[in-house]
C-alpha cells in the first residue's frame, strides 16, 4: 500500500522493521520501529528534509549531493565500431528529422575518409 501511495514520510511501527524495508520502494523518508517518529527525522536525527512530497516518491528521491554535483557523461567509439553502426544511426537521425545529426555521422565515411 504505501508504495502505490508513495508518502513523503512512512513510519514502520512493528518489532522487527527492518524485515520489511526491503519490501519499501517508494517513500520519501522510512523511519524503522516503534521509536522512531517522523519528529525524529525532522528536528533531531539529521537525515535530508527535502523530500517529494504528493505521491512523487514513485520516480523522485529526497534532495542529495547528486543534485548538486556536477557530472560529465563520456562517450568513445573508434573509427571501425563507428562504422559498424553508422547507418543505424542515420536511419535514427533522418527518421526525428535530425538530418545534421545523420550527416554528422555519414560525412565521416565520404570519400573513402
Same mark, same amino acid.
Given at each position: 500500500?504505501? *508504495?502505490?501511495? =508513495?508518502?513523503?514520510?512512512?513510519?514502520?511501527?512493528?518489532?522487527?522493521?527492518?524485515?520489511?524495508?526491503?519490501?519499501?520502494? *517508494?517513500?520519501?523518508?522510512?523511519?524503522?520501529?516503534?521509536?522512531?517518529?517522523?519528529?525524529?527525522?525532522?528536528?533531531?536525527?539529521?537525515?535530508?528534509?527535502?523530500?517529494?512530497? *504528493?505521491?512523487?516518491?514513485?520516480?523522485?528521491?529526497?534532495?542529495?549531493?547528486?543534485?548538486?554535483?556536477?557530472?560529465?557523461?563520456?562517450?568513445?567509439?573508434?573509427?571501425? =565500431?563507428?562504422?559498424?553502426?553508422?547507418?543505424?544511426?542515420?536511419?535514427?537521425?533522418?527518421?526525428?528529422?535530425?538530418?545534421?545529426?545523420?550527416?554528422?555521422? =555519414?560525412?565521416?565515411?565520404?570519400?573513402?575518409?
Amino acid at each position: 500500500m504505501s *508504495n502505490e501511495l =508513495a508518502p513523503e514520510h512512512l513510519e514502520i511501527c512493528v518489532d522487527n522493521p527492518f524485515d520489511y524495508l526491503d519490501g519499501v520502494k *517508494n517513500a520519501g523518508s522510512v523511519f524503522l520501529g516503534r521509536y522512531c517518529p517522523e519528529a525524529v527525522g525532522d528536528y533531531f536525527a539529521g537525515p535530508n528534509h527535502t523530500l517529494p512530497t *504528493n505521491g512523487t516518491a514513485r520516480f523522485s528521491s529526497p534532495v542529495s549531493v547528486d543534485d548538486i554535483v556536477k557530472k560529465t557523461q563520456f562517450t568513445y567509439y573508434t573509427k571501425d =565500431a563507428l562504422s559498424r553502426v553508422a547507418d543505424d544511426i542515420v536511419y535514427f537521425a533522418e527518421k526525428e528529422m535530425l538530418h545534421a545529426h545523420g550527416e554528422s555521422v =555519414a560525412i565521416r565515411f565520404r570519400d573513402g575518409k
